[in-house]
């Protein structure tokens, strides 16, 4: 056990609708990371954010939004959602940037699209 | 594009042998090199990171390695356990501003053992 939190664990929805994850970090970890791993691909950096604020931003889609609230929790919400956005997301945690910290995952959320 | 490329693609072995799995990586600036290990539909977990100037770290039964020149990376495992089923993903760290990194997962190689 990680010590990340996700939530929920499966999500079934159809196309067109929004949806939220939820990601509580380690205790004591400021930072938290969204990667989204679509069936047989790497996982694909998202977004990062340090403290409740964004610190570096990778593949996300403008369709995606994500925020990280005063008790460090962070929600991704997903809109208009597409069948090619059915994937595994996975939440991280760390300290915080720099000197390399370890990232710990989440157990993921499994999101489908039909 | 920055690129992280593993090979094999996926691999069986029998319970107790050795293997050793491939990294090549194109990412620059270039800060952290890490293994992680992923059961099917959980979390990575972490393995190993080195910095750009290291050339070897151990976990275990765990053995990373790195030749920046090359920029080639390779994990062996020894003695074999079932339990070493799973992807093994290289992650590459390219060094961003203000501390901060960007990860690039590699796909992975996915590792059987048989018994």
């Known amino acids: 056990d990680s010590g990340v939190t996700q939530t929920p664990k499966h999500l079934i929805t159809a196309t067109g609708q929004r949806v939220t994850l939820r990601c509580s970090p380690r205790?004591?970890?400021?930072?938290v990371y969204w990667y989204q791993q679509s069936l047989d691909q790497g996982l694909q950096f998202l977004i990062q954010?340090?403290?409740?604020?964004?610190?570096a931003k990778g593949n996300i889609l403008e369709r995606f939004s994500a925020q990280q609230f005063p008790d460090l929790h962070s929600e991704l919400n997903l809109s208009s959602l597409e069948l090619g956005d059915s994937a595994l997301y996975f939440c991280a945690s760390s300290v915080g940037p720099g000197n390399r910290p370890e990232q710990f995952f989440g157990p993921g959320t499994r999101l489908t699209v039909l | 594009k920055n690129q992280v490329e593993q090979s094999p693609q996926s691999l069986i072995i029998l319970e107790g042998k050795n293997c050793t799995l491939q990294c090549n990586y194109t990412v620059s600036p270039f800060s952290n090199l890490r293994w992680y290990k992923q059961d099917t539909g959980r979390g990575p977990v972490s393995l190993t990171i080195m910095t750009f100037s290291e050339n070897t770290k151990s976990n275990g039964r765990y053995t990373a390695t790195l030749d920046a020149d090359t920029k080639q990376s390779s994990l062996h495992i020894t003695a074999s356990q079932l339990s070493d089923s799973a992807s093994y993903i290289c992650v590459v760290d390219e060094e961003l501003n203000f501390g901060n990194e960007k990860l690039t997962f590699g796909t992975g190689t996915r590792l059987t053992i048989i018994p």
């Open positions: 205790s004591g970890d400021l930072s």
């Open positions: 954010y340090y403290n409740g604020e964004e610190r």
